[in-house]
């Protein structure tokens, strides 16, 4: 079927009596990010609405939510993760580290100058949001992040760098806790992840053994979540999507994680998570979510298995 076709198709589905939201889930997750951005190209032209004021008009909820998701460019879908963490009613730095600990330096500022283009401001101008001076800081600079763009890995650097996060520990000031958060701000991936073998190498413990033994709080919440990230994103999102079905009140990060890595690493996350938890993702989401929501989900999880 041509995305043409299946624009009428999802017309149809939108404003047929009481909407034909299986059909909806269908399109939506069967075509990839590509796909979904040319069929709502496709949606316009034919009849000249837009599709996601269409979804916004005729759906609702969390369902609506994941649909509108799945249907914006990733860029501006990063820019509203960023700008609702800035702005909630809680300030939470997790999904801003979701995207600046995954990302090389051309697709961030892609992502800052998206972000300007669309809230009208730089996003360090929300940073006054922030009520903790050390929170303040900590997502001042990763909001400010330029990283190597060579992935070069220097074994002596390495060694050089584990000796300085070592010799005086990493807590015991801000101006160490500077150091180390600069550290993983300006050091490409495949060097930190050097480092962070050869810190286990060297001291015997895991960096984020030390981070428990130095750091409490949204410090040590902080620095354990940009580490994990950096050494394993598949473990880092399983643990996250983990930590959101319990908090319970986490759908527009669980929504994010779930349309932002579907074409990257959903279905090895979905099998982490079976190894970590011994329950297997699908499950949690048939006992935590409802209705079409839970569907698209579901579907989401099928479609990117299907594609891996």
């Known amino acids: 079927m041509s995305l043409i076709e299946e624009a009428r198709c999802l017309e149809k589905a939108l404003f047929q009596s009481g909407n034909n939201n299986h059909l909806i889930v269908d399109i939506l997750t069967r075509l990839n990010s590509n796909q979904r951005l040319i069929l709502n190209s496709s949606y316009r032209q034919i009849f000249h609405h837009d599709l996601i004021e269409d979804i916004q008009a005729e759906l609702g ?30 300030f939470t730095l997790l999904p801003i580290i979701d995207v600046f600990f995954t990302h090389n330096n051309d697709q961030l500022n892609l992502i800052r100058q998206q972000f300007i283009q669309k809230y009208g401001d730089d996003m360090n101008e929300y940073l006054i949001n922030i009520p903790d001076a050390n929170l303040f800081k900590i997502t001042a600079r990763i909001l400010n992040i330029e990283r190597e763009t060579t992935d070069h890995v220097d074994l002596y650097l390495a060694y050089e760098e584990v000796d300085q996060l070592n010799s005086s520990g990493l807590g015991l000031s801000w101006t160490r806790q500077n150091e180390f958060l600069d550290l993983l701000c300006t050091r490409n991936f495949n060097q930190l992840q050097l480092t962070l073998q050869i810190y286990e190498r060297v001291t015997g413990d895991k960096l984020e053994d030390d981070i428990r033994r130095y750091f409490d709080g949204d410090l040590h919440d902080i620095f354990s979540a940009i580490v994990s990230c950096i050494r394993c994103p598949v473990d880092y999102f399983a643990e996250r999507i983990r930590g959101c079905l319990k908090a319970g009140n986490n759908d527009q990060n669980i929504i994010n994680i779930f349309v932002t890595r579907s074409e990257i690493d959903l279905p090895e996350i979905s099998r982490r998570y079976t190894s970590l938890f011994r329950k297997q993702l699908k499950d949690e989401i048939r006992t935590s979510m409802r209705g079409d929501f839970r569907k698209l989900l579901l579907a989401l999880i099928r479609a990117s298995d299907g594609n891996s």
């Open 61 to 90: 909820g969390l369902f609506e939510d994941a649909c509108v998701a799945l249907l914006k460019p990733y860029t501006e879908l990063a820019c509203d993760i960023i700008y609702q963490s800035l702005v909630g009613d809680k």
